[in-house]
């Protein structure tokens, strides 16, 4: 599918330099409330009970069919029940409850002393790393269906468009070394000549600081840096100001060759797994929004309910209304309690007050085609829209639904304040999710 590179939108910056500031673990709550099921909706099989004792790091699921994630305690304690809930996504899904201990007892996997591909691979499908940018599938799925055509470059987007996300800028200041070497691991999977490192034009502070590192600690490494436009959403895959090759792999067309993508936060989190043999059971993500007291990026682990994130990070305003996103203030979705807990999939945790945001109507269509030319997929958002209306899934899939990577453009720019990215993101997961044929 080809891109258009004049979409997306332009945007005010409100990152108050969060990416600057260190990276913190969010203090542990007393129980963690652990979704088992990713938004790819594959199932995984609870390899605990009520009663047992576990580790940080102990397997608490596995996958049931190949496609599936590995699951991880975050914490050491009691499986004290196991419930349904939903995931911020909407999902319902089985969710493991532990009950902290503070014993910090952990369970790593073994040491890696053969770092060769075929190894690495073996830790990447094991490491519970979950692909936050692509609906959830694990990082794994990629590379194994790729394991024999050894002919990709690795691209790594070290910096956010979206005017809150600033986890992979930070990290790239912060973690750098940890970043760097989960790129090398990447790198090393695919047989990569170079390593192509991505900014955006913003993100100044942050490339000089990555060259001066290379420089002086990575001398006989082969990379390039790539400056990409502050437009959101540049960050992700298809707006690399490449050819976009539509694929269920999620890879690129450059420099003559196919191009696997990957962000800091994940090479930050596969580094962790070979170097140190953690299981990932957390993700860096921005805490952000004008009713915060203390914006940053945290280390939050799986199961840490919104509540505790709220009461840990503070509320300015809590008498007044506010707004919890599940993401961005652009793609987020918005949380009906604080009880959600945050998975591997959580990008950012949002708290937006009534400044932010507002409750207009949405009123009829005028089919002025600001979403057509703001949709950076060349989708048809205005007759998507009218499909999902009328539950016409089959002719929404036929229109590319699938394809909708939720960016929320359509709905900034439509004047008639439709809920565009609403609907069609709704209806996608659906369709996604369906075993069956369309009907």
């Known amino acids: 599918m080809a891109i258009n590179l004049l979409s997306g939108v332009n945007l005010r ?153 600033t986890a992979n800028e930070c990290l790239t200041l912060n973690r750098t070394a940890e970043v760097v070497g989960g790129a ?73 060759k196919k191009a696997f993508v990957e962000d800091a936060i994940t090479c930050f989190s596969f580094f962790n797994s070979v170097e140190y043999g953690k299981p990932n059971m957390y993700r860096v993500i921005t805490i952000s929004g004008n009713n915060i007291i203390r914006k940053g990026n945290y280390i939050v682990k799986s199961g840490t309910t919104f509540q505790h994130v709220l009461e840990v990070v503070g509320v300015k305003t809590p008498d007044k209304p506010f707004k919890i996103l599940n993401g961005g203030i652009m793609g987020g979705l918005a949380e009906y309690s604080t009880d959600i807990s945050c998975n591997l999939e959580t990008l950012s945790v949002t708290f937006v007050d009534n400044t932010e945001y507002s409750e207009a109507k949405e009123s009829p269509c005028i089919n002025c085609g600001k979403c057509v030319a703001a949709c950076p997929m060349n989708l048809l958002p205005n007759v998507l829209d009218d499909y999902c209306l009328r539950r016409k899934t089959f002719d929404a899939e036929r229109y590319g639904v699938k394809s909708c990577i939720e960016c929320g453009c359509c709905s900034y720019v439509c004047p008639a304040r439709r809920y565009l990215a609403q609907r069609i993101g709704l209806v996608k997961r659906q369709v996604s999710r369906r075993k069956g044929g369309s009907k």
């Open 13 to 165: 910056m409100t990152k108050d330099d969060t990416h600057i500031n260190d990276i913190i673990e969010i203090r542990p709550p007393e129980l963690y409330s652990v979704p088992v099921v990713c938004t790819n909706g594959y199932p995984v099989t609870v390899t605990v009970k009520v009663g047992d004792k576990v580790k940080e790091g102990t397997l608490i699921a596995k996958p049931s069919q190949s496609k599936g994630v590995f699951v991880y305690s975050p914490t050491s304690g009691t499986v004290v029940s196991i419930v349904e809930k939903f995931t911020p996504t909407g999902m319902k899904c089985k969710h493991v409850v532990i009950k902290n201990d503070n014993l910090l007892q952990e369970h790593n996997f073994p040491e890696m002393t053969d770092k060769s591909p075929k190894e690495l691979l073996k830790r990447l499908a094991i490491s519970g790393i979950v692909d936050a940018n692509f609906g959830g599938s694990p990082t794994y799925l990629r590379y194994t269906l790729n394991a024999i055509e050894k002919k990709f470059n690795l691209y790594v987007t070290m910096s956010n468009t979206d005017p809150y996300l």
């Open 184 to 256: 090398k691991y990447f790198a090393s999977l695919l047989a990569s000549e170079f390593i192509v490192f991505v900014f955006t034009a913003r993100a100044r502070q942050a490339k000089k600081h990555l060259i001066q590192f290379l420089k002086k600690h990575e001398p006989n490494l082969k990379y390039k840096i790539k400056t990409i436009s502050n437009n959101y959403p540049s960050d992700n895959i298809h707006l690399l100001n490449e050819k976009f090759k539509e694929s269920r792999n999620m890879f690129v067309e450059t420099y003559g």
